[in-house]
């Protein structure tokens, strides 16, 4: 990421080098994508990206689930033999059983790399305090990010088996430049401090990196942690446990992120075609990952919804002059979230941008239920312990939201401290 940025047709030739390298690499050795390719008789290289979009098959997260059911205790989707893999994650398995992901060193040497760019992008240099306000589980990001500002040269802090008033003393007393941690767990911290009269204006923290929820490209989200947090500037990224981290924030244009193109080719589809979306069009991020090889994903359909920015209509430079891929606004959602409302599309994230812009909300739940053959959506609010009128708030966010998305949605309470909060991904979005 540093000199000159490359243009789009070197990002996009390199990019086609990698493929084909690592389709010779990974044929015949991984059994899963060699019958993938034999089922669907497809070549093992290609002269295009247009002829790989064209004629790859997409692989889909219940494949990768089937298979490791079908083939215990990891699948088939293993390059090389065990004894060379050092690394284990899974991920959440918020959406069935949990995928289990092996990583050779070279791979996870590759995915280290990824995430110094995202720290290269948002400014972090060595010698800064980074601490790390999750639980170190088995999910991928926590390690990358850790091992990566060890990389760097920074001085990492774990902050697993702590509870959220031993992490707040900790940052303070540590004098921590640099935090990471989800978008909701940095608000929820606030909340922490706030109670137990801990100032957050004598934290040193001055960067807040992001992930995990759309909220980090969410402009009132970010100024909501940002005024909590005494003026830390929020960055976002974006990444998963079977690709590993494949965003940045343009340093440029807040919410917007980059893909790393040298480590992962992305598409953008429409879910229901699985035809290619023009920029500013909501459509599925599909990802190739390039450079990891002992566990690859091709044409991955990932869920999350995204768009194009609208440069690449042009095929113009970035604002800030970086011509890889852009998906503007940051991730929107997932597929599976995005619910259509008397023929409105409702988007998480506009739901969020809408309900955070009201200092007087806590934290709020989003409610889909069917009445007959009608999708209804139903907010619940959780005001801040100080409101003296939770009635008019209740209006004035029914008002933002018919205004927003002309369309009538009932907003109701909830009693102050009684809607879950969660150092990992916040579950908004509940369906009844």
């Known amino acids: 990421m540093e000199g000159k940025s490359p243009g789009r047709g070197e990002i996009e030739r390199a990019q086609l ?18 019958r993938k390719l034999e089922e669907n008789s497809t070549p093992a290289s290609f002269n295009s990206l247009a002829d790989y979009a064209r004629d790859f098959p ?17 699948g088939t989707n293993l390059t090389y033999p065990l004894d060379q893999y050092s690394r284990f994650h899974q991920t959440s398995g918020t959406t069935g059983r949990p995928l289990r992901w092996l ?37 991928l990001g926590f390690w990358l990010a850790f091992d990566a500002g060890n990389r ?8 697993g088996g702590q509870s959220s008033l031993v992490r707040l003393r900790t940052i303070l007393d540590l004098q921590a430049t640099v935090l990471c941690c989800t978008p909701s767990y940095a608000i929820h911290l606030a ?33 909501l942690i940002a005024r909590l947090w005494n003026g830390a500037r929020v960055f976002d990224h974006h990444g998963m446990t079977e690709v590993g981290p494949v965003t940045y924030e343009c340093p440029a244009r807040p919410c917007r992120l980059h893909v790393v193109n040298r480590a992962y080719l992305a598409e953008v589809v429409n879910p229901e075609t699985l035809r290619a979306v023009p920029p500013l069009t909501p459509g599925e991020l599909i990802l190739t990952t390039l450079q990891r090889k002992g566990s690859p994903l091709l044409r991955y359909r990932t869920g999350d919804l995204v768009q194009l920015a609208a440069h690449h209509a042009k095929n113009e430079a970035c604002a800030c002059g970086r011509h890889e891929t852009a998906l503007e606004g940051g991730i929107l959602g997932r597929t599976d979230d995005m619910v259509v409302v008397r023929g409105v599309n409702v988007y998480p ?32 609010i959780e005001p801040v312990a100080a409101l003296k009128n939770p009635a008019s708030l209740v ?12 369309l009538r949605v009932p907003v109701t309470t909830a009693p102050s401290g009684s809607l879950p909060r969660a ?10």
């Not at 760097?152 to 902050?159: H, Q, Y």
């Not at 401090?193 to 992930?211: C, P």
């Not at 150092?423 to 009844?432: D, G």
Request: proline share 5%; with cysteine; net charge negative.
């Open 17 to 34: 080098e990698s493929l084909n390298g690592l389709l010779r690499e990974i044929i015949p050795a991984n059994r899963f994508y060699r």
């Open 191 to 223: 909340e922490i401090a706030a109670r137990e009269e801990l100032d957050l204006a004598r934290s040193q923290v001055k960067l807040i990196i992001v992930a995990g929820e759309a909220g980090g490209s969410i402009p009132a989200t970010r100024a």
């Open 58 to 74: 997409f692989t889909r997260k219940p494949e990768i689930a089937e298979d490791q059911r079908n083939n215990p205790i990891y």
């Open 423 to 432: 150092e990992l991904k916040s579950k908004r979005w509940i369906k009844e």
């Open 395 to 406: 209006s004035a966010v029914e008002n933002a939201l018919q205004s927003s998305l002309n």
């Open 349 to 380: 994230a506009a739901v969020e941008q809408i309900i955070r812009e009201f200092e007087e909300v806590a934290e709020f739940q989003a409610r889909i239920s069917k009445k007959q053959a009608m999708t209804e959506l139903h907010l619940v």
């Open 103 to 139: 990583d050779t060193p070279e791979s996870w040497s590759g995915l280290v790399d990824s995430w110094m760019d995202v720290y290269r992008a948002a400014g972090v240099t060595p010698g800064e305090v980074v601490y790390f306000a999750f639980s170190f589980g088995p999910f």
């Open 152 to 159: 760097l040269g920074c001085l990492c802090v774990p902050g």
